[in-house]
């Protein structure tokens, strides 16, 4: 079986580094070293547009059967019992169906498709808090260029960047960036995000889930250095985590 991707010549050196410092300082990807090897490859995957249009489509059918499966949990809660939930959030989910839960708001999932002797593979969907966003978008195009008679696919952080406008619905909305602040990776993806929003005029604070106050089914920014009523929060924090947080007013909504 033909492989449908290959990968392309190394860059010279004088352009790799060229790409590498910008990288981390536009595109902020600031932990590029694993040990003493650099997390990015100097060379590129090239994947015919055919066979990515066909990834695509399946991710797509995936996203669509992954998001039926929630509804029917939560139309079920007797099935939450079947999963090894903290019990804190199975309680959450329980009381979620007696509410409305809006399906339109900006989601990503992230499917990792593998080439293997049998075909496609699937390892995993990463449904909540996925990353690879600074990967997928900048240093992906600063590849591309380098190469002729290729193009960068479409670009993941511009695409969500344009979702949460929509969803902000104002030009000069304020959008919560909430993670994990002790995690600078996790600190560099949302921080890459902002810059993208901000160039659309819109505001943006970086906070911990510690810092937001729910009252009233409404968040409330909490904290010494910002204040006010975010008009969409994007969460990069993972919700196993949140009954972690000492008060339930601060991760329950």
Avoid at 31 to 42: I, K, N, P, S, T
Avoid at 101 to 124: C, L, Q, Y
Avoid at 147 to 165: K, V
Wanted: hydrophobic fraction near 40%; aromatic fraction near 10%; charged fraction near 25%.
């Amino acid at each position: 079986m033909k492989p449908p991707l290959r990968a392309g010549p190394l860059l010279p050196e004088p352009q790799w580094r060229r790409i590498c410092r910008e990288t981390i300082f536009r595109h902020c990807k600031w932990d590029m070293q694993v040990g003493d090897h650099c997390a990015l490859a100097a060379f590129p995957l090239l994947l015919e547009h055919k066979e990515w249009e066909r990834l695509a489509k399946w991710a797509e059918r995936l996203t669509a059967e992954a998001l039926a499966a929630e509804q029917e949990l939560l139309s079920r809660p007797e099935l939450l019992d079947h999963l090894g939930l903290p019990g804190r959030i199975k309680k959450v989910l329980r009381d979620a169906h007696r509410r409305s839960i809006d399906g339109k708001a900006p989601r990503v999932m992230r499917f990792d498709f593998h080439w293997t002797n049998g075909g496609w593979r699937i390892s995993e969907v990463n449904s909540d808090v996925p990353g690879g966003y600074i990967e997928a978008s900048g240093f992906t195009e600063l590849m591309a260029e380098h190469y002729t008679s290729t193009a960068a696919p479409p670009n993941p952080t511009q695409a969500y960047a344009r979702a949460l406008m929509r969803r902000a619905g104002s030009a000069n909305g304020l959008i919560a960036l909430v993670y994990a602040t002790a995690y600078s990776d996790d600190g560099q993806v949302m921080e890459y995000i902002a810059r993208e929003l901000r160039a659309r005029g819109l505001r943006t604070c970086l906070l911990s889930p510690a810092h937001l106050l729910w009252e009233s089914g409404r968040a409330r920014i909490v904290c010494q250095f910002a204040q006010g009523f975010p008009d969409v929060i994007v969460r990069f924090f993972p919700a196993e985590w949140l009954p972690n947080l000492r008060s339930p007013e601060k991760w329950r909504g």
